[in-house]
């Protein structure tokens, strides 16, 4: 397994796994387009991939410019690796590099993904877009995890 930053050369692959996951799917896979990971991985923050085998099989991309974890999938068929761990902890270790500012993220309900981010540390403040619920990280949170 390695870990690295994502770069433009991987976004292809980037949007296979955010295609492929069983939760938190995209109702029209077009709304995220490779502009917008482009923009989100250079301009608006940074992001980084799992590699197995030359493929990429999970990512995550912090937002600096709205302080929000805009994504961190895994590939189905590697779920329970410890892939996500490694890039939430990647992500979040530069995010608070960046910035002193709480970070947030929303996901679905009743999912991995809510299971994840409460063991994680997270906290929950509410709801959002379409039901969602609305986590929140503070450096210090964060730190105290550490």
Not at 38 to 57: A, H, L
Not at 95 to 108: A, C, I, K, M, P
Request: hydrophobic share 40%.
């Amino acid at each position: 397994m390695i870990f690295r930053e994502a770069i433009p050369e991987d976004i292809f692959e980037i949007q296979v796994v955010r295609n492929l996951v069983k939760e938190n799917t995209l109702s029209a896979p077009a709304l995220v387009t490779d502009n917008d990971v482009m923009e989100f991985i250079t301009e608006r923050g940074k992001g980084w991939v799992c590699e197995i085998e030359n493929n990429i099989v999970g990512f995550s991309i912090a937002d600096v410019k709205e302080n929000n974890i805009w994504a961190l999938f895994v590939h189905p068929d590697h779920d329970k690796k410890g892939i996500g761990k490694t890039l939430h902890t990647l992500m979040l270790d530069w995010y608070f590099t960046q910035t002193e500012q709480t970070v947030w993220l929303g996901t679905s309900p009743h999912t991995r993904a809510e299971t994840f981010y409460r063991k994680q540390g997270w906290t929950e403040t509410g709801l959002q877009g379409k039901g969602e619920i609305k986590f929140e990280m503070t450096k210090q949170q964060w730190v105290n995890k550490k």
